[in-house]
């Protein structure tokens, strides 16, 4: 078939697209935006208008001369899950739905393939457990009229499924769990996987739970409860004179850095120096593994995700939990070791030991699945 075979992580946070590179029978991620350094190729899902018709998205989106807050999205995705959803641009003077955002961000990526000189020949758009079925015809209508050819969507942790190269290349039975913690969800799926050596796999989803939490709220509650109540005198400061719209979302990805520096150095403290351009000087934050875990105490974060783990097993009528053969985390908050320790916990370090991550797998394991996936389904068809 010509054209990429795409499969489209449409994160809360970031956008990342593999494709199936048939030639070489692999999976290989796609850089939609050449202008952007970024290495691990993934698109921040942010868009900032400058009129109805020009708008820039993913780091140009960041870096705008001008940029205004005000006349900025992101995390649409999450808008997309809302009964009704709208924005007004009051100084550019229209408004816009969750679809028509949706709509935008798909249509500059599909004029960043074609821009390359590629086509699409097929897409698969992931989506998370727990979304309803009017938020998966939102995406997938905001995604056809954007002219990508959509085949289907998948579950984010069904799709994780397939990036586990092992399941396909070798003969095996395994009962396996997918932990997918991202920006905004987090999505568990049970499955059973036999493959006979000979090329017959045999792939039964028992039971699937997912939470409306991820990242971004851990960031939030962590900003809200600690960092912003130690620094308010200076944090005010900068937010005050802040005619752009941009300081707050600066401190929260300033938190976020410090968040995932604290879990990453596994220090008892960890700081970070936030920007403060009105100050003109930046503002040393320490954020202490207690005040971390006061916090995720106070919000039962550790029960939620229990809570959730629990619901997997009850949902199926076949698999129990001594029964796993293999967990599998992927999603960017699942970097965070405090979260795979509860799996340890919850599992035992026999089943499950939290150091075993690869933090490249891990990230990028959706959009790879996705391809996997659709690629299985076209060489079906």
């Known amino acids: 078939m010509d054209g990429y075979w795409l499969g489209l992580d449409f994160g809360t946070c970031n956008i990342k697209i593999s494709y199936y590179n048939e030639k070489r029978q692999r999976v290989d991620a796609l850089k939609i935006d050449k202008k952007d350094s970024n290495t691990d190729k993934n698109v921040p899902n942010i868009i900032y208008y400058k009129n109805r018709t020009e708008y820039q998205v993913g780091a140009g989106a960041k870096s705008a001369t001008g940029y205004d807050e005000e006349n900025s999205v992101d995390l649409i ?6 009964e ?3 924005h007004s641009f009051n100084a550019l003077g229209f408004t816009v739905s969750a679809m028509d955002v949706a709509n935008d961000i798909f249509t500059w990526i599909r004029k960043g393939i074609e821009n390359q000189g590629k086509k699409i020949a097929q897409t698969i758009i992931t989506v998370p457990v727990c979304f309803t079925e009017v938020s998966k015809k939102r995406i997938i209508d905001s995604a056809k009229q954007a002219g990508l050819p959509v085949l289907g969507i998948v579950m984010e942790p069904v799709a994780a499924l397939f990036s586990i190269e092992k399941l396909f290349e070798e003969e095996c039975e395994e009962r396996v769990v997918i932990f997918d913690f991202g920006g905004a969800t987090l999505d568990l799926c049970l499955c059973e996987v036999r493959n006979d050596g000979i ?3 045999e792939i039964q989803v028992e039971a699937s739970a997912g939470i409306d939490f991820g990242g971004v709220d851990i960031t939030e509650l962590l900003y809200q409860e600690v960092v912003y109540p130690k620094y308010r005198k200076e944090l005010d400061a900068e937010l005050k004179q802040d005619t752009l719209h941009r300081m707050k979302k600066s401190f929260l990805q300033d938190t976020d850095r410090l968040k995932t520096g604290l879990f990453e150095e596994e220090e008892k403290e960890y700081t970070e120096y936030f920007d403060m351009p ?9 954020l202490t593994l207690e005040e971390a875990l006061h916090c995720f105490e106070k919000y039962k974060i550790k029960e ?5 783990l629990d619901a997997l097993f009850e949902d199926s009528e ?9 967990i599998k985390a992927f999603g960017g908050t699942s970097r965070i070791l405090y979260f795979r320790e509860l799996l340890e916990e919850y599992f035992g370090s026999d089943i499950y030991e939290s150091e075993d991550y690869e933090l490249d797998e891990a990230y990028r394991a959706v959009a790879d699945g996705a391809a996997r996936y659709l690629s299985i389904l076209l060489s079906e068809a």
Do not use: C, N, Q
């Open 77 to 82: 995705k999450r808008k997309l899950e809302l």
């Open 278 to 286: 009105y100050s003109l000087r930046p503002l040393e934050v320490v």
């Open 318 to 326: 076949e698999i129990e939990k001594e029964d796993v053969t293999m």
């Open 304 to 308: 939620k995700i229990m809570a959730a």
């Open 84 to 86: 009704s959803w709208s």
């Open 199 to 201: 090329g017959g796999i």
